[in-house]
């Protein structure tokens, strides 16, 4: 089975910055998308950023100014860099994977979130 298992949420004061990290177990194939999600409460869940296997990023609208994803595929990892937090950006911050299984389908696992509380 593929496994993914975020950390590094918590509570932070505007302005501040954290590093939400997703470790990736299990048959990830070697053509694969990690991406991170985000879905503030009573709101509905939003693309934050995707990397895919080959390195290329997409962000999501409003995403690519203040965060950054990268991946460490040696630790089937992918991170998230959030910096100048925002009380908007309380939420709950999910990752996701889709493996590749054919040219036209792919098999997709989320983790089960983080919390993400940003004070004024």
């Known amino acids: 089975q593929v496994q993914l298992v975020e950390s590094g949420g918590g509570s932070v004061q505007a302005g501040g910055s954290l590093t939400l990290s997703c470790v990736a177990s299990?048959?990830?194939?070697?053509?694969?998308?990690m991406s991170w999600f985000r879905q503030p409460s009573g709101a509905q869940r939003e693309l934050v950023a995707l990397?895919?296997?080959?390195?290329?990023?997409v962000y999501g609208d409003s995403m690519e100014d203040r965060f950054t994803i990268s991946r460490d595929d040696a630790k089937n990892t992918v991170n998230l860099l959030m910096t100048n937090l925002k009380p908007e950006d309380t939420a709950v911050y999910y990752c996701?994977?889709?493996?590749?299984?054919?040219?036209?389908?792919?098999?997709?696992?989320w983790g089960q979130g983080v919390q993400v509380t940003v004070s004024s």
């Open positions: 996701k994977i889709a493996v590749a299984a054919t040219q036209w389908s792919a098999h997709e696992f």
């Open positions: 299990g048959n990830l194939g070697n053509t694969n998308t």
């Open positions: 990397m895919s296997s080959g390195g290329s990023a």
